[in-house]
């Protein structure tokens, strides 16, 4: 080989390592910056319902007293006995993590800020029982630790479950959750409590405002609203222009600047995917006028459509998180035992919505549990059937879907 075509061999290949090591040096730089705008973001993850009460309290290390009074079924234990018949035996009493399965390696994984949940359960040793009422949830308190080993947990109690076991009932819950350091909001001793927005601060972030409230729609009785002098629901009684200024003088009450805000909110029937224009109305004022970050909707049982709108993240029904309904028939085509893992990234600057990865699980053996690859599809069809109209869908990578708009 001449000398000259060795030199520009050695040349080419030097310039060719080089190119490499700078494009290797550009790749660790752009996961640098991504990590460090990571860091600036704040992470959210939201569910829907959650239910430790009935049959989910009798396999926990504490049952409480298992009398309940329904026209179907009398005692909680009833319903351990029909989850088992489908699903198989649940060897209990279970460790306090049992009940999150799954989800715990999520929250490793993801690490998010906060974990935000509507907890449809008294926590509770009160016997007496609100009349008229079909349904009871009632969770022991010394099973508290099921909620406290998820760290930075916040619970919205503005639903129709919470007074279950009559004011007593309420009264004990908030106390519970209190000495367990468990942020709540939602429902209180009187109205000023009971309208008070958790103020979360994240260090090195900001802060995380979350208003909770609760409507008729959901089931929630009228009776049930908090007062001066009396305990209950932050009730909102419609989707007025009324009920809008309320909820913007009262963001305006207590927002800083950077502040991001929640709005959390038990509306609407357990089934069904429609929309009514005047919910999405409704929402969509909330953002325009009150200034509403995220909008975090639950009661359905099942996960309605997604939206962004303006930048802010609406999520109309997160459906069903974890409950005892195993075994109950009915419904089926909606999959309710499916729930949805909401993880949002939100810019702390603006409120905005930076991205939302959405890990599907299945509710098996009163746990949250990884889905099958069958599920996983059939969660992201239906997903992309009833985003369509608010143009937006989902992509899947890996077991994981990551929303489009």
């Not at 406290?148 to 007593?168: A, P, T």
């Not at 009661?299 to 802010?312: G, L, M």
Request: aromatic share 10%; net charge negative.
């Amino acid at each position: 080989m001449k000398p000259g075509i060795l030199l520009i061999g050695l040349l080419t290949i030097t310039m060719l390592l080089s190119l490499s090591e700078f494009r290797d040096i550009n790749n660790i730089e752009n996961s640098l910056v991504e990590m460090q705008d990571t860091n600036k973001q704040i992470k959210l993850f939201l569910c829907g319902d959650v239910m430790t009460g009935r049959g989910i309290d009798q396999i926990l290390p504490h049952p409480g007293n298992p009398e309940i009074f329904e026209s179907y079924m009398k005692d909680a234990r009833g319903y351990v006995t029909i989850a088992e018949k489908k699903n198989g035996r649940i060897k209990y009493p279970v460790s306090y993590p049992y009940i999150w399965g799954d989800a715990l390696k999520e929250f490793d994984r993801t690490k998010p800020d906060l974990k935000i949940i509507n907890l449809e359960t008294s926590i509770t040793t009160n016997n007496s029982y609100w009349t008229g009422k079909g349904i009871q949830y009632r969770m022991h308190p010394n099973n508290i630790e099921c909620l406290s080993v998820v760290e930075n947990l916040f619970c919205s109690l503005g639903n129709n479950h919470i007074l279950d076991w009559d004011y007593k009932g309420l009264a004990q819950t908030i106390n519970i959750l209190d000495k367990a350091d468990i942020e709540h909001a939602g429902a209180g001793i009187d109205f000023k409590a009971a309208n008070q927005p958790a103020v979360i601060d994240i260090e090195g972030k900001g802060r995380i405002v979350i208003l909770s409230y609760g409507m008729p729609s959901s089931g929630i009785f009228s009776s049930w609203a908090a007062q001066k002098n009396r305990p209950g629901v932050n009730l909102l009684q419609d989707l007025s222009s009324d009920s809008i200024r309320e909820i913007k003088t009262l963001v305006e009450s207590v927002k800083q600047p950077g502040d991001i805000i929640v709005l959390s909110l038990h509306w609407g029937g357990n089934w069904g995917y429609d929309i009514p224009s005047d919910e999405m109305e409704f929402v969509h004022s909330l953002i325009d006028s009150a200034h509403i970050d995220v909008f975090h909707g639950h009661s359905s049982h099942h996960f309605k459509a997604i939206e962004v709108y303006h930048n802010k993240l609406i999520l109309y029904g997160c459906g069903d998180f974890l409950n005892d309904y195993e075994g109950i028939g009915g419904k089926e085509n909606y999959r309710s035992e499916l729930a949805l893992m909401y993880f949002a990234s939100v810019d702390p600057k603006t409120g905005n919505l930076l991205k939302l990865e959405i890990t599907p699980m299945e509710i098996r053996n009163f746990r949250v549990n990884a889905v099958s690859t069958s599920d996983l599809k059939w969660v992201k069809n239906r997903l992309n059937r009833e985003c369509k109209r608010y143009n937006s869908s989902v992509t899947q990578q890996n077991n994981r879907l990551f929303l489009n708009w």
